[in-house]
C-alpha cells in the first residue's frame, strides 16, 4: 500500500493531489454526460445543463454557506464558553497555535458515542464540537489528536471542498435524471438532429454513461471524502508532531462500538468516525477510510519522524 | 500596431509576477515576525506563571532550596533575554528548570493533590505546549521566509523587499544530548 509509506508532508502532498485528479474527474464526467446527451437526444439537450447546474448549486450553497449554523442545529451541538472546560479551551489554544489559525468556536453535543466534528464555510465561521463522551474517554494527547484532525479540516477547507464535490455530484444526478425522463417520452422534436447522428455504438456508449453516471459521482464523492479524511489526519501531525496521540485516540474510537444517536445521512461525513460506515458498507461506498488504515499509516508515521 | 500587442501583455505579465514575488517575500516576512511575537506572548505567560507555582511548591517543600533557587534564576535570565538566540538560549535553560521542579514535585503527595497545585500543573503543562507549538510555528514560518529568499526566481526580489533569511528557533535541550547512544 503506498498510501502507508512516508511522513507526514509527503502524505499532506499526495492526498491534495488525489482530490485534484478526482475533482478534474468529476469535471470530465460532468462533460461526458453533457456529450452523452447530446448524442442521444441532440444538441438542444444541452439548455438543460445550466438548469441542473443551477439547482444544485443553490440547493448546496445555502448549505455551504449556513454550514455552522445549519450543522449545529441537526446535530443538536451547543456552543461553550472557556470557564464551561478549560482544559479544552487550553488543548484548542494549542492546536491554534501550531496551525496559526483564528480561535474557532467550540460546541458540546450530548451524547454517549465518542466523536467530533468540524464545520463553518471558512476559518472565522469555523465551529468544532466534540461529544460528551469523547471528552471523558480521552486523556490530554488523544483529545489534542482529534482537536488537530478537526483543524486540519478547517485548514484545509473541507467543508469547501465537500461542497464543490456535492454540487457536482448533484449536477450529474439531476442532469441525468432529466435526461432519462425525457428519453422516455421520446426526445423534445429533435428527431432532425438525432437523425444526422445515427452511429449506433456512439448511442449505446450514451445510454450506458448516462445511466451509470449518478453511481459514477457518487463514488468520486466519497472518494474525495476519503481522501480529504486521510489528508486531516496528515495535516493533524503536521500540527502536533504527535502521530501517537491521535493514533491512540482512533484506537479508542475503534474499540468503542456506541455510535452517536443521531444518524442522519446528510450530515454523516463531517464526523471523525463516521457514524453511518459499518462493516456490511463497502469501502467505495464510505465517507470515511477504514479506522485500521488510518491507524496503520499513523503507526507508520511514528516511526518515520519527518 | 501588431508589435504593441505582443509587447503590452507581455510587460503587463512582467509587472504582476514583480508585485506578486514581491508580495509574496513581504508576506512571508510578516508572518515570521508574528511568529516570533508570538513566542514571545506565550514565554511571558509561562514566566507569570512561575511565582505563583514557587510559592505553592514552597509551602510544602521549603528545603528543595537549589530547585527553586535554579527555576528563580533561570526566569529572571529569561525576562531579560534579548534577540531570537538570546531568547531561545535563556527558554531552553528555564524549561529545563521547570521539569526539575515538577519532579521534585512528585516526591511530594500532599502537594501533588493540592487543588491549586493541580491547576497550576494544567496551566504550566498547556503554556509549555503553547511555547512549544509557538517554536514550531515561528520556525515553518522561516522555513517558508527562507527558502523564498534563495530560491530563485523569488531571491531576485530580496534587495527589492528587503527581506533577509532569518535564523531558526533552536532551544538547546540538555536531556536530548545526554540521551543515551544506542551502538550495534
Known amino acids: 500500500m503506498s498510501e502507508s509509506a512516508g511522513n507526514f508532508r509527503q502524505l499532506q502532498s499526495a492526498n491534495r493531489r488525489k482530490t485534484f485528479t478526482l475533482l478534474a474527474a468529476m469535471g470530465a464526467l460532468v462533460w461526458a454526460v453533457v456529450f452523452a446527451a447530446m448524442t442521444y437526444l441532440g444538441k438542444s439537450t444541452t439548455a438543460i445543463v445550466p438548469i441542473a447546474v443551477g439547482i444544485a448549486l443553490i440547493s448546496v450553497w445555502g448549505s455551504y454557506y449556513f454550514s455552522?449554523?445549519?450543522?449545529?442545529?441537526?446535530?443538536?451541538?451547543?456552543?461553550?464558553?472557556?470557564?464551561?472546560?478549560?482544559?479544552?479551551?487550553?488543548?484548542?489554544?494549542?492546536?491554534?497555535?501550531?496551525?496559526g489559525l483564528k480561535l474557532p468556536k467550540v460546541a458540546i453535543v450530548e451524547d454517549t458515542a465518542p466523536n467530533a466534528f468540524a464545520t463553518g464555510r471558512n476559518p472565522e465561521h469555523a465551529v468544532i464540537a466534540f461529544t460528551t463522551r469523547i471528552l471523558q474517554i480521552m486523556d490530554r494527547d488523544e483529545l489534542q489528536g482529534v482537536i488537530a484532525h478537526e483543524m486540519s479540516h478547517v485548514a484545509n477547507r473541507d467543508t469547501l471542498v465537500s461542497a464543490v464535490a456535492a454540487t457536482t455530484a448533484g449536477a450529474i444526478a439531476i442532469l441525468s435524471d432529466m435526461l432519462m425522463r425525457i428519453m422516455f417520452f421520446g426526445g423534445m422534436g429533435d428527431r432532425d438532429d438525432r437523425e444526422n447522428n445515427q452511429n449506433p455504438l456512439a448511442i449505446v456508449v450514451s445510454l450506458v454513461v448516462l445511466i451509470l453516471a449518478p453511481i459514477a459521482a457518487v463514488l468520486l464523492k466519497t472518494a474525495i471524502s476519503r481522501k480529504r479524511e486521510s489528508l486531516a489526519d496528515a495535516t493533524a501531525v503536521a500540527f502536533t508532531r504527535n502521530p501517537a496521540g491521535l493514533r491512540r485516540a482512533l484506537e479508542k474510537l475503534q474499540n468503542d462500538t456506541t455510535v452517536v444517536a443521531q444518524k442522519s445521512n446528510a450530515?454523516?461525513?463531517?464526523?471523525?468516525?463516521?457514524?453511518?460506515?459499518?462493516?456490511?458498507?463497502?469501502?467505495?461506498?464510505?465517507?470515511?477510510?477504514?479506522?485500521?488504515?488510518?491507524?496503520?499509516?499513523?503507526?507508520?508515521?511514528?516511526?518515520?519522524?519527518? | 500596431m501588431k508589435t504593441a500587442l505582443l509587447v503590452i501583455p507581455l510587460l503587463l505579465i512582467i509587472v504582476i509576477w514583480v508585485v506578486v514575488s514581491y508580495n509574496s517575500l513581504v508576506r512571508a516576512?510578516?508572518?515570521?515576525?508574528?511568529?516570533?511575537?508570538?513566542?514571545?506572548?506565550?514565554?511571558?505567560?509561562?514566566?507569570?506563571?512561575?511565582?505563583?507555582?514557587?510559592?505553592?511548591v514552597k509551602g510544602y517543600a521549603a528545603h528543595e532550596k537549589s530547585t527553586l533557587d535554579a527555576v528563580i534564576t533561570a526566569r529572571a535570565k529569561a525576562t531579560s533575554a534579548t534577540g531570537v538566540a538570546g531568547v531561545a538560549a535563556a527558554d531552553g535553560q528555564l524549561t529545563t528548570a521547570l521539569r526539575g521542579l515538577l519532579a521534585v514535585a512528585e516526591s511530594y503527595p500532599d502537594l501533588k493533590a493540592s487543588t491549586n497545585f493541580l491547576a497550576l500543573q494544567e496551566e504550566l503543562s498547556t503554556t509549555e505546549n503553547k511555547v512549544a507549538f509557538a517554536r514550531q510555528f515561528y520556525n515553518d514560518s522561516v522555513r517558508k521566509l527562507n527558502q523564498a529568499v534563495k530560491t530563485f526566481p523569488s531571491s531576485l526580489f530580496v534587495g527589492l523587499a528587503k527581506v533577509s533569511a532569518r535564523a531558526f528557533y533552536e532551544v538547546e535541550n540538555p536531556t536530548d544530548r545526554n540521551a543515551p547512544q544506542i551502538k550495534f
Not at chain 1, 471523525?272 to 499509516?297: C, N, Q, T, W
Not at chain 2, 514571545?40 to 514557587?54: S, Y
Open chain 1, 68 to 99: 455552522d449554523s445549519l450543522v449545529m442545529t441537526m446535530t443538536g451541538a451547543r456552543i461553550i464558553e472557556r470557564e464551561d472546560n478549560p482544559t479544552l479551551f487550553n488543548l484548542v489554544e494549542e492546536v491554534c497555535l501550531a496551525s
Open chain 1, 267 to 306: 450530515v454523516a461525513h463531517i464526523w471523525i468516525e463516521s457514524p453511518l460506515d459499518g462493516k456490511g458498507v463497502s469501502k467505495l461506498f464510505s465517507s470515511h477510510p477504514p479506522l485500521e488504515e488510518r491507524i496503520a499509516i499513523l503507526r507508520n508515521m511514528e516511526a518515520n519522524p519527518l
Open chain 2, 29 to 56: 516576512n510578516i508572518s515570521a515576525d508574528e511568529a516570533f511575537a508570538q513566542i514571545e506572548v506565550q514565554l511571558k505567560r509561562r514566566a507569570d506563571l512561575i511565582p505563583n507555582l514557587v510559592e505553592s
